[in-house]
């Protein structure tokens, strides 16, 4: 988004953060001109919309420093089963596989994700200041790991990013959103090839002594 406005400074972009499933209906209604969509919550008559494809991102589980999952050595996916989780939407499959992962059933009574938001930063702060574990994609918490405020568990999910870039046939938009949607591509691409650095390595100030 910084990359897009920095070349389009004087369009106005109104981001929403909402499920796919509601934001498929923002295409419909015309309300959206384009979405980023979990490909498994996209219906399956897709006539009327158009898809492109972003790379898949591996998801991986972030804590704290000084979690004490990160004392465990070589931890495996059931030494997760004791923890709770944060994290944003995730298709019902999905969770049911993570459960099955770490040996746990997930019920109503107790969800595998305990704190469910599409507010990342909020999550982020929550996973910083407890046990919990934030299970998302890097690119998410580049920022918190060069900080040093959240490390990533070496622990292999199975769980990916799959997500496409939406628009409805035959809309008729800003000529802005094309090239929005050729940066939402080539960035997930440099993710993909660990190309993106931390922001905040651009405020480091080196050490004096």
Not at 62 to 73: K, S, V
Not at 95 to 110: H, K, N, P, Q, V
């Amino acid at each position: 988004i910084a990359e897009w406005h920095n070349a389009h400074p004087d369009v106005k972009l109104d981001l929403v953060v909402k499920e796919t499933v509601a934001l498929i209906q923002g295409l419909q209604d015309e309300s959206l001109d384009v979405i980023v969509g979990d490909a498994r919550d996209l219906p399956a008559d897709q006539d009327r919309l158009q898809l492109i494809k972003v790379l898949r991102q591996s998801g991986g589980a972030f804590c704290r420093t000084g979690h004490p999952i990160l004392d465990i050595r070589r931890p495996r996916p059931s030494d997760l089963a004791r923890y709770r989780f944060a994290g944003t939407h995730f298709p019902s499959e999905l969770l049911r596989e993570f459960a099955r992962l770490i040996g746990r059933e997930e019920t109503e009574l107790r969800p595998i994700i305990a704190i469910d938001s599409h507010n990342i930063a909020a999550l982020r702060d929550a996973v910083a200041e407890s046990d919990l574990i934030l299970l998302t994609t890097p690119g998410t918490v580049r920022n918190a790991m060069a900080l040093g405020i959240l490390r990533e568990i070496p622990i292999d999910l199975r769980i990916d990013g799959v997500w496409s870039v939406v628009t409805r046939r035959g809309r008729v938009t800003h000529s802005a959103v094309p090239q929005l949607i050729r940066k939402i591509v080539e960035v997930s691409k440099r993710e993909g090839d660990k190309r993106l650095a931390p922001y905040v390595r651009q405020f480091a100030q080196p050490k004096r002594g």
